[in-house]
């Protein structure tokens, strides 16, 4: 896998907003993965979108994919305290494929 | 249905003792790994089974660690004459095959002090 560069690296907003956090990649991939990571729950899969769809919708999430830029966005609607967590990407396809590289994160923080 | 579970969730132990780490994986999962993620790191890859064999060990740091895998299910990571750059979180994941999706458990906090 490649590790995905996120942006921004910290995000702070208000409970009941959304928030939207970029990823860039840099090689061709069959998918990208949006992994959440707090210290109460460990790391969570959240969505994964293939190369040929442009967006994706889970519950509150919302996963748009743009190969041709190499980039996806992550939407979280609505936000709650507990959505407070570092938030990684990472892009599938490859060699070593099972190699999970992730980089270091968006930092989003929900205040409530 | 039942994640991934690892045990103990916290362990200290001091510099020189052996440590035992265990994952449960899901049930079916027949691909395995071992990843440990010290403060303020990134994810570093351990090792990777698949069913019961180890096709790639590249990522374990030295002979100090080793992993097995019995009846294509539990998995133990074991480190020996622990040092103190050894303590960090140290995570297993499942998946059904490669490259399915890999699914995390809630990590092992190892210090070793």
């Known amino acids: 896998s490649q590790q995905g560069e996120e942006d921004p690296q910290a995000l702070s907003i208000q409970e009941g907003e959304n928030a939207t956090m970029n990823c860039s990649y840099k090689?061709?991939?069959?998918?990208l993965q949006w992994y959440r990571q707090n210290s109460g729950r460990g790391l969570v899969h959240l969505i994964l979108?293939?190369?040929?769809?442009r967006e994706k919708h889970s519950g509150r999430l919302r996963v748009t994919l743009d190969t041709s830029k190499k980039s996806s966005s992550l939407l979280i609607t609505a936000s709650r305290a507990a959505d407070t967590a570092s938030y990684f990407c990472?892009?599938?396809?490859?060699?070593?494929?099972?190699?999970?590289?992730f980089g270091k994160g968006t930092l989003l923080t929900v205040n409530p | 249905g039942a994640g991934v579970s690892q045990s103990p969730s916290n362990k200290v132990t001091e510099k020189g003792k052996d440590v035992e780490l265990r994952c449960d994986p899901i049930?079916?999962?027949?691909?395995l790994y071992w990843y440990r993620q010290s403060l303020g790191q990134g994810l570093e890859f351990l090792i990777y089974?698949?069913?019961?064999?180890?096709?790639?060990k590249s990522g374990l740091p030295s002979d100090r660690f080793s992993a097995e895998r019995t009846g294509g299910s539990v998995s133990t990571l074991t480190i020996q004459r622990t040092q103190q750059e050894d303590s960090a979180v140290y995570l297993c994941?499942?998946?059904?095959?490669?490259?399915?999706?890999?699914?995390f458990g809630p990590g092992t906090r190892l210090t070793v002090l």
């Open positions: 089974f698949q069913g019961n064999s180890a096709p790639d």
């Open positions: 990472v892009g599938r396809g490859g060699g070593s494929n099972y190699k999970l590289t």
């Open positions: 994941a499942s998946s059904l095959g490669d490259p399915d999706t890999q699914y």
């Open positions: 090689t061709s991939i069959n998918n």
């Open positions: 049930s079916g999962h027949t691909a």
């Open positions: 979108i293939r190369s040929n769809e």
